[in-house]
């Protein structure tokens, strides 16, 4: 914040918190969204603005790869600005069928939950009661 105010004093700060970067997000303001945070570049993305995300770790480096999310490794600080002043499109690949069968998988259990081990039997194997640990619904 200091940092930043010493680069610009004039600049402005949005409040850190999930409904002022929609209500920012969702304004008239003609605006790009060029930054390091991962989850506000895709909240970006949601309202359906251009977005950077500079990669400083794997996570968004690997996601990059992935889903042909926008991201500008931070190795590549020269390519924001090109990327800025050029015209490019998102094309965001999202894998339905993984995400599908992953989700799938919680459904599954709760149609057929796991029955939790008979504390006597737990009790042989551990030496001792886990009575306290296991609910039984």
Do not use: C
Request: aromatic share 8%; hydrophobic share 35%.
């Amino acid at each position: 914040y200091e940092y930043a105010r010493k680069l610009n004093p004039d600049i402005n700060f949005i409040p850190p918190s999930i409904k002022s970067l929609d209500s920012f997000l969702s304004s008239t303001r003609s605006l790009d969204y060029v930054g390091t945070r991962l989850h506000a570049g895709i909240r970006a993305l949601q309202h359906r603005r251009r977005s950077i995300i500079i990669g400083v770790d794997n996570r968004a480096l690997e996601m990059a790869k992935d889903f042909n999310l926008p991201v500008v490794n931070r190795e590549e600080i020269n390519a924001i600005e090109e990327r800025i002043t050029g015209s490019w499109s998102t094309d965001i690949k999202l894998p339905h069928d993984e995400i599908k069968k992953w989700s799938n998988q919680f459904s599954n259990l709760l149609r057929n939950p796991v029955t939790p081990p008979d504390p006597s039997l737990l009790k042989k194997i551990f030496g001792r009661s886990l009575r306290k640990f296991i609910t039984r619904s």
